[in-house]
């Protein structure tokens, strides 16, 4: 039976719980054995019950802030008694600790996962890498990533040019979020919204990373255009609240829907004519992927990495031009709508985004990676 354990900072919805879902659902996990380790925040992980659910036990570690020491040896108290065949590590800076930790107790095969291109106003993260990153290289045995920028950033030229990265691409159920005409119209019911409103989407956390203030802005400035348009935000997070205030301030609280953590947003994409996300750094974004399986017309910030756009109208912009700009961009894509949204799933399967050829890829990927390390 195939041991496997994924570290990682939490599985709290998207991002990369989501990811780690995702391939674990739809993998085909009879001859396997699989564990999660994730820091405790205080609460029990919206994801942990559908993990439960699989069978697959969810293992609570101190946080680091909270005792660096008492963490680390709770994380190797979790690899000794696992006795696993693959540690997959997706805890970007801290990885080289973990495999090494990993690497002492006898585990053949050590991943680790780049899940971001960038790390803007993080320079203790940077440093850490930056210094770990020789060590990194060394016991890693697998180079992993979301995408080639999210793999050079985090291992170099070198590994990605050689050919040794492994890109997982950040893929999802086509067939669970592929676009439902009539979802869509009980929905905008639902919420008060007739036929002819503009709902722009947004999934994220109120962090400054996603970069709310800016998104309010571009609707500012969109609603003077199409003053029939509503935002919906869903996340939760640090910054919520002091979004929520500016939204008053504005004027826009009857314009702006905060939605809050939601378990449905498969269903709720439906009901979105835009999805814009204007975020300060991502990797290869999981809502990035989604959004344009459901064939809606996208528009990204371009410090995304550019091997988010699947479907040929999906538009990048800067982030130096103003939201008047964002705004005016919105607008024509409203107009136009180059994507048809039912298509969208011939581009999704041609660019390697469909979680069950991607999730079998995988385990062929473990399963031969043990065989060539372990001897029997």
Known sequence: MLRVLHIAPGIDGGGVGGVIFNYLHHMDRSDMYIELCVRDYGHRHLLHDRFDEMGIPVRYVTQRKTSLKKHFMEVTTI??????????????????????????????????HSHLTQQPNSKCKIMILNCFRPVLKKTATGYFACGTDAGRYMWGDKIVDRGQLYVMNNAVDVKRYAYDAQKAKQLKEQFGFTPERTV?????????????????????????????????LIGTGELEEKIKQRVQEWGLTDRVLFLGQRNDVADLYNMFDL?????????????????????????????????????????????KCPAEKWAEQLQNMRAQNTNTR????????????????EAKRLKQYYEQEVGKRVKV
């Open 275 to 319: 999805f814009v996300l204007p975020s300060l750094y991502e990797g290869l974004p999981v809502v990035g992927v989604e959004s344009q399986v459901n064939g809606l017309p996208c528009l990204f910030s371009d410090t995304i990495s550019s091997e988010v756009c699947i479907l040929p109208g999906t538009v990048m912009m800067s982030l």
């Open 342 to 357: 039912k298509d969208s799933l011939f581009y999704v399967d041609q660019k390697g985004f469909n979680i069950k050829r």
């Open 200 to 232: 722009i989407g947004h999934i994220g956390r109120f962090s400054r990373q996603k970069n709310h203030a800016f998104l309010l802005r571009i609707f500012q400035s969109y609603l003077s255009r199409d003053s029939n348009a509503t935002l919906v």
């Open 79 to 112: 690899l000794k008694k696992g006795r696993f065949d693959v540690v997959h590590c997706h805890d970007q800076n801290w990885s080289f600790a973990y495999l090494k930790m990993a690497e002492k107790v006898g585990v053949p095969v050590r991943i680790a």
